[in-house]
Every structure is written in structure tokens, then in C-alpha cells.
């Protein structure tokens, strides 16, 4: 059964610093793109980043390039997300998606799921 299992979310002040994992499935990670979406109270869900099989090129949302870095361990079949200089607006729940061949930012086209990660910054 394909899965993917995400984690590290929490509270945290403004400013600071969050680590999210996702962990996948033997079957669903090697060749395939992972990203990262959010989903704010109220909001849509939408693209925050992705990264290739090969971590090729790592592609970011505007409102988070330079704050938050994808990277994965293909070892582990883990992919991570480092956010840093976490604002309040980047409160959220965030998931983590997979998708076999190459990324796009459209949410319809990334086939895997995973439950999501509530993510808090406090002013």
C-alpha cells in the first residue's frame, strides 16, 4: 500500500525555525517527484515546492524562495522541508505529495497524498 507519512510539525514563534519529514513507501519513491503543499484556515491548497528524482533544480513558490529548502534522501526515502524565518502567514497545514516523472506546480496532477502536518507560527 502506497504511503506517505509526514511530520515535524508544531508551534512556533515567529522568526523561527521548522524541519518537516515526509516518509514514503519503498514502492512509490524511487523515480518519483515529491513536494510540499499548504493548505492556510480557510485557504486553498497550493504549491510551496518540489523536487526531482534526481534533486535536480528544486522549484519554489515566490512566497517562500529563500526561506524554505526541499531536499530528499533517496536512501531513506525520506524528502524534508527546512523552513526558516517562519512568518505568521506560513501558518498551515502542510502535506506531502508524490507524483511518478516531472513536477508541477498544479495540485491535480500529484497522485499520492500524505495526512498532513499542522504547522502554528505565533506573532
Known amino acids: 500500500q502506497v504511503q506517505l507519512v509526514e511530520s515535524g510539525g508544531g508551534l512556533v514563534q515567529a522568526g523561527g525555525s521548522l524541519r518537516l519529514s515526509c516518509a514514503a513507501s519503498g514502492s512509490i519513491f524511487s523515480g518519483y517527484s515529491m513536494a510540499w503543499f499548504r493548505q492556510p484556515p480557510g485557504k486553498e491548497r497550493e504549491f510551496i515546492a518540489a523536487i526531482t528524482w534526481s534533486a535536480w533544480s528544486p522549484t519554489y513558490a515566490d512566497s517562500v524562495k529563500g526561506r524554505f529548502t526541499i531536499s530528499r534522501d533517496n536512501a531513506k526515502n525520506t524528502v524534508y522541508l527546512q523552513m526558516n524565518g517562519l512568518k505568521p502567514e506560513d501558518t498551515a497545514v502542510y502535506y506531502c505529495?508524490?507524483?511518478?516523472?516531472?513536477?508541477?506546480?498544479?495540485?491535480?496532477?500529484?497522485?499520492?497524498w500524505g495526512q498532513g502536518t499542522q504547522v502554528t507560527v505565533s506573532p
Open positions: 505529495a508524490a507524483r511518478e516523472g516531472v513536477i508541477y506546480r498544479n495540485i491535480n496532477y500529484w497522485k499520492y
